[in-house]
């Protein structure tokens, strides 16, 4: 079920052309109307005087976090698609990595250094790695400047590490060769393919230039926790489930939110049958003419106009937790819009792949009462005190989900096929101390997913795994987007300083851990050379009786022949008593830190 198929190409070289030109139409045209209509969208804000109401807040900064100017010289800062320029502006530096997936994709990595560092200072770092969300990449992640979260876990002393999913801007394949934008075979994947070969390459590449750590930090945006769930949901994956210390889930996409019922273009997508999605589509790259668009007016105003309208009109977004200032805004924008394939639009969006994100949407009503994350209570004859109690949760008595009735709690929509399905446990294959700890941050204005449906899936569903306030937190942002988990001015402070504090809680533990180990390794050394010493002392008298024996040496102390056999006999039994002590001693296993090896991956 989340293995990804094997790639096929469907068509010829003459119907692949054919079917490329119908989509390039379809495609333009699509965009065309999206922005037509995000256009009227936007009009109808201003003439409302919603649009006055749509402005950054004016953040001085709370008890949590004081924003600070984004970049030091704003003036002259230049709008440029280079990810390395805006580092560089901070005073750090980027490091880039070409990493190869297992199916021969070859990725970015990116890594954020301070360049007034040593080597060895920077390779006892902890490692924490970033994933974007659909249709984005690293340099998001960056974009806000000091104000980022990368930025901020560079100056509390972390490693920090960018992921980039196939294919960025620069599509790139070991073995596929011509023109990737045209081949069906290039992109023929959907989702599975995050979780199967780009995270776990991602992971590898990042621990193999960490000769101190065995485990990394992962922090997902959107479709960065989907597949990362996804890995986690797979036990053939389970070398890559214990290289991840704790996973920070940031406005999660696992279930759909209410937003799919008010988009006309996504109930477009969705209605589509497979044969008219492809003549729309195409069998190739998701809507190209998006990243051209990207590639030639990224960086003019036009670009950054445009982008604010879209973003406003497909994602519900408002910018009043973001920036005053319209350049980092831009910077945001432009480093968003990557190629994806068809498909795995097609499995966000269309109701023809029955294990499909948007199959799990649920109805109008369940959003507006709250029964999109209700649950079945357990039974008070079957659970034990402690399961009551984690059952209810965090759900109060006036919640809508908790004073339905069973009958009412029970969901209509079918999503058994689903690789989500809302009330089957998803980790069953693991034992409670296999699960990766989960920080999961909803956000109360994302109507693009369902952040209160996962939370309530983990605390009641994946209760005889998960505990919350153990292996399981839930964060609450009321007044926060889907997107201003990684854009908002105040994220540092709403998500920053949660991620620092959990982090430090595991390595203060680990640490602690480790100490424990290595004192208990040279206690059992210590023993062991102790039972070494008293065996060859043991054996040294052994060897010395049986020659005085052997030489029948007269006792010129008075002693007799009978006594002195006696003392031998004696002195052999305690000998055999000490060669006991030491066996009993040899195979208690003697603990060496040293002995933990990396896994590396092919770069």
């Given at each position: 079920m989340f293995d990804p198929p094997e790639k096929t190409a469907v068509h010829g070289t003459f119907m692949r052309y054919v079917t490329i030109y119908i989509s390039a139409i379809g495609s333009f045209l699509f965009v065309f109307v999206l922005t037509i209509g995000a256009n009227i969208w936007h009009l109808r804000d201003v003439f409302s005087g919603r649009e006055k109401d749509n402005v950054p807040k004016n953040n001085d900064g709370s008890e949590k976090y004081r924003p600070k100017q984004p970049y030091p010289d704003m003036k002259n800062l230049r709008i440029t698609k280079d990810l390395r320029y805006y580092a560089l502006q901070l005073g750090l530096d980027l490091e880039e990595y070409d990493i190869t997936t297992e199916d021969g994709y070859i990725l970015p990595l990116h890594r954020l250094v301070d360049p007034n560092e040593s080597e060895d200072e920077r390779a006892r770092r902890a490692p924490i790695l970033l994933q974007h969300g659909l249709l984005s990449a690293s340099g998001a992640w960056l974009a806000p400047g000091a104000n980022s979260l990368p930025y901020y876990f560079l100056e509390q002393g972390y490693d920090v590490?960018?992921?980039?999913?196939?294919?960025?801007?620069?599509?790139?394949?070991?073995?596929?060769?011509?023109?990737?934008?045209?081949?069906?075979?290039?992109?023929?994947?959907?989702?599975?393919?995050?979780?199967?070969?780009?995270?776990?390459?991602?992971?590898?590449?990042?621990?193999?230039?960490?000769?101190?750590?065995?485990?990394?930090?992962?922090?997902?945006?959107s479709q960065g926790c989907t597949q990362t769930i996804l890995l986690l949901r797979n036990p053939k994956l389970k070398a890559h489930h214990n290289k991840i210390n704790h996973f920070f889930a940031l406005a999660p996409?696992?279930?759909?939110?209410?937003?799919?019922?008010?988009?006309?273009?996504?109930?477009?997508?969705?209605?589509?049958?497979?044969?008219?999605?492809?003549?729309?589509?195409?069998?190739?790259?998701?809507?190209?003419f998006l990243g051209w668009c990207r590639k030639r007016i990224g960086t003019t105003k036009l670009y950054s106009t445009l982008s604010y309208q879209m973003f406003k009109y497909l994602f519900g977004w408002n910018i009043r937790n973001n920036y005053m200032d319209n350049k980092v805004q831009h910077i945001q924008f432009v480093m968003n819009v990557s190629y994806i394939s068809s498909k795995l639009m097609s499995w966000w969006l269309s109701y023809s792949v029955e294990e499909g994100f948007s199959n799990q949407l649920q109805s109008k009503e369940a959003y507006e009462t709250g029964q999109n994350y209700a649950f079945t209570p357990i039974s008070t004859a079957e659970a034990n005190d402690e399961e009551k109690v984690i059952g209810l949760g965090r759900i109060d008595s006036s919640d809508p989900a908790f004073t339905r009735t069973q009958e009412q709690q029970d969901i209509p929509v079918s999503d058994e096929k689903t690789f989500f399905p809302y009330k089957f446990e998803w980790f069953a294959f693991n034992k409670p101390k296999e699960v990766t700890p989960i920080s999961i941050f909803i956000c109360g204005n994302d109507f693009l997913v369902d952040g209160k449906r996962l939370a309530s899936h983990?605390?009641?569903?994946?209760?005889?795994?998960?505990?919350?306030?153990?292996?399981?937190?839930?964060?609450?942002?009321?007044?926060?987007?889907h997107l201003d988990v990684i854009w908002a001015q105040d994220c540092i402070g709403e998500i920053g300083h949660e991620v620092d504090r959990e982090i430090k809680v595991v390595e203060k533990t680990n640490s602690t851990l480790e100490r424990k180990v290595n004192s208990l390794g040279e206690k059992l050394q210590g023993n062991?050379?102790?039972?070494?010493?008293?065996?060859?002392?043991?054996?040294?008298?052994?060897?010395?009786?049986?020659?005085?024996?052997?030489?029948?040496?007269?006792?010129?102390?008075?002693?007799?022949?009978?006594?002195?056999?006696?003392?031998?006999?004696?002195?052999?039994?305690?000998a055999k008593v000490e060669d006991t002590d030491k066996e009993v001693a040899t195979p208690l296993v003697t603990l060496d830190p040293s002995k933990h090896k990396k896994d590396t991956a092919n770069t």
């Amino acid at each position: 079920m989340f293995d990804p198929p094997e790639k096929t190409a469907v068509h010829g070289t003459f119907m692949r052309y054919v079917t490329i030109y119908i989509s390039a139409i379809g495609s333009f045209l699509f965009v065309f109307v999206l922005t037509i209509g995000a256009n009227i969208w936007h009009l109808r804000d201003v003439f409302s005087g919603r649009e006055k109401d749509n402005v950054p807040k004016n953040n001085d900064g709370s008890e949590k976090y004081r924003p600070k100017q984004p970049y030091p010289d704003m003036k002259n800062l230049r709008i440029t698609k280079d990810l390395r320029y805006y580092a560089l502006q901070l005073g750090l530096d980027l490091e880039e990595y070409d990493i190869t997936t297992e199916d021969g994709y070859i990725l970015p990595l990116h890594r954020l250094v301070d360049p007034n560092e040593s080597e060895d200072e920077r390779a006892r770092r902890a490692p924490i790695l970033l994933q974007h969300g659909l249709l984005s990449a690293s340099g998001a992640w960056l974009a806000p400047g000091a104000n980022s979260l990368p930025y901020y876990f560079l100056e509390q002393g972390y490693d920090v590490w960018m992921g980039n999913n196939r294919c960025e801007f620069r599509p790139r394949h070991a073995t596929i060769k011509g023109n990737l934008m045209h081949s069906e075979e290039f992109w023929d994947w959907d989702i599975r393919v995050f979780a199967a070969y780009d995270l776990p390459c991602i992971i590898d590449n990042v621990l193999c230039r960490k000769p101190h750590h065995d485990k990394l930090y992962l922090v997902g945006h959107s479709q960065g926790c989907t597949q990362t769930i996804l890995l986690l949901r797979n036990p053939k994956l389970k070398a890559h489930h214990n290289k991840i210390n704790h996973f920070f889930a940031l406005a999660p996409a696992i279930f759909p939110g209410s937003l799919f019922h008010h988009r006309s273009f996504i109930k477009f997508i969705h209605n589509r049958s497979p044969t008219s999605y492809n003549l729309i589509f195409g069998r190739g790259v998701f809507c190209g003419f998006l990243g051209w668009c990207r590639k030639r007016i990224g960086t003019t105003k036009l670009y950054s106009t445009l982008s604010y309208q879209m973003f406003k009109y497909l994602f519900g977004w408002n910018i009043r937790n973001n920036y005053m200032d319209n350049k980092v805004q831009h910077i945001q924008f432009v480093m968003n819009v990557s190629y994806i394939s068809s498909k795995l639009m097609s499995w966000w969006l269309s109701y023809s792949v029955e294990e499909g994100f948007s199959n799990q949407l649920q109805s109008k009503e369940a959003y507006e009462t709250g029964q999109n994350y209700a649950f079945t209570p357990i039974s008070t004859a079957e659970a034990n005190d402690e399961e009551k109690v984690i059952g209810l949760g965090r759900i109060d008595s006036s919640d809508p989900a908790f004073t339905r009735t069973q009958e009412q709690q029970d969901i209509p929509v079918s999503d058994e096929k689903t690789f989500f399905p809302y009330k089957f446990e998803w980790f069953a294959f693991n034992k409670p101390k296999e699960v990766t700890p989960i920080s999961i941050f909803i956000c109360g204005n994302d109507f693009l997913v369902d952040g209160k449906r996962l939370a309530s899936h983990m605390t009641h569903y994946e209760r005889r795994l998960y505990k919350e306030g153990g292996n399981l937190k839930v964060i609450e942002l009321p007044t926060y987007n889907h997107l201003d988990v990684i854009w908002a001015q105040d994220c540092i402070g709403e998500i920053g300083h949660e991620v620092d504090r959990e982090i430090k809680v595991v390595e203060k533990t680990n640490s602690t851990l480790e100490r424990k180990v290595n004192s208990l390794g040279e206690k059992l050394q210590g023993n062991e050379t102790e039972n070494e010493a008293a065996a060859s002392r043991s054996s040294n008298m052994k060897d010395s009786q049986e020659a005085v024996v052997g030489e029948e040496t007269p006792r010129t102390d008075g002693v007799t022949q009978e006594e002195t056999q006696g003392e031998q006999q004696t002195a052999e039994s305690n000998a055999k008593v000490e060669d006991t002590d030491k066996e009993v001693a040899t195979p208690l296993v003697t603990l060496d830190p040293s002995k933990h090896k990396k896994d590396t991956a092919n770069t």
